[in-house]
């Protein structure tokens, strides 16, 4: 008993001091650049001081977008079902509703893009010239691996043109 409860210690402790790889092998996300650049902060030889900058930006971005996210959650109906469509035609002002909800999600969808943006050019600028190379060498890298292995990358859908989850369907 006493064997098997410290071998699975042992294992537990192994698990827990080997380094996650899986993460490191995704690509950048636009909505969070921060977190890719601090992941690979042994690759890019960051000091202290850059990586402390760098999770300030990542803080800021976090703080600007939350409102925006729980304004995208606030436009979705509470009765949120899978869309089917309508057996009777809609009305004018259900119509208008429809297209003043998309307009609303595609506004907060830009000022995410853009919080996002903003928040990747002020981390690469935390970056010198050399590192900065290096990023856009570790995110080619990644981009090539994802189209070798037939994986998505971020902000790509998978599967057949015109399947639940293939390119083609719209994200809303």
Do not use: W
Not at 96 to 115: C, M, P, V
Request: with cysteine.
């Amino acid at each position: 008993m006493r064997i098997a409860l410290a071998i699975a210690c042992f294992a537990a402790l192994a698990q827990a001091q080997t380094r996650d790889t899986s993460a490191m092998k995704q690509p950048m996300d636009p909505e969070n650049p921060t977190a890719f650049i601090i992941l690979h902060r042994s690759d890019l030889k960051l000091a202290d001081s850059q990586v402390t900058q760098l999770q300030n930006i990542g803080a800021q971005l976090t703080m600007r977008t939350r409102p925006i996210k729980d304004s995208l959650d606030a436009l979705r109906p509470s009765n949120a079902r899978p869309a089917s469509l309508p057996t009777t035609p809609m009305t004018a002002e259900q119509r208008d509703s429809l297209f003043a909800t998309r307009r609303a999600n595609a506004r907060l969808l830009g000022e995410i893009h853009d919080a996002g943006k903003s928040a990747r050019d002020q981390a690469v600028a935390v970056l010198n010239a050399d590192q900065q190379k290096k990023l856009q060498s570790l995110q080619d890298q990644l981009a090539f691996e994802a189209r070798m292995s037939h994986q998505p990358l971020i902000n790509q859908r998978g599967g057949p043109p015109g399947s639940a989850s293939g390119a083609g369907t719209r994200p809303y």
